[in-house]
Nanobody
């Protein structure tokens, strides 16, 4: 079994920054792709960013220029740095991991493992 544990969520004012972390534990194998999704109340879960083991990144338009993703392969950990946060960024942020890259990193169905989510609230 693989567990993904997110941390770093919280309440921040608009314009502020947060850094989310997600660590994979359990079976110690490396994930091809690790990514972040988010889900706001009443909305569907949406893709935010992902990064491959080799460092290729995949971005959604919503985070371009504000969000960056990085990973530490040795620790099976991925980070989401969010700057210039807006109230519309308020959501539960989920970490996801894909054991074997299948050609897409943008859809929730591309991922094998999910974290429990961490709340990010941006006040205006």
């Amino acid at each position: 079994q693989v567990q993904l544990v997110e941390s770093g969520g919280g309440l921040v004012q608009a314009g502020g920054s947060l850094r989310l972390s997600c660590a994979a534990s359990g079976r110690t194998f490396s994930m091809d792709v690790m990514g972040w999704f988010r889900q706001a109340p009443g909305k569907e879960r949406e893709f935010v960013l992902a990064i491959s083991r080799s460092g290729n990144t995949y971005y959604a338009d919503s985070g371009k220029g504000r969000f960056t993703i990085s990973r530490d392969n040795a620790k099976n950990t991925v980070y989401l740095q969010m700057n210039s946060l807006k109230p519309e960024d308020t959501a539960v942020y989920y970490c996801a991991a894909d054991r074997y890259y299948s050609g897409s990193a943008y859809n929730s169905g591309d991922y094998d493992y999910w974290g429990q989510g961490t709340q990010v609230t941006v006040s205006s």
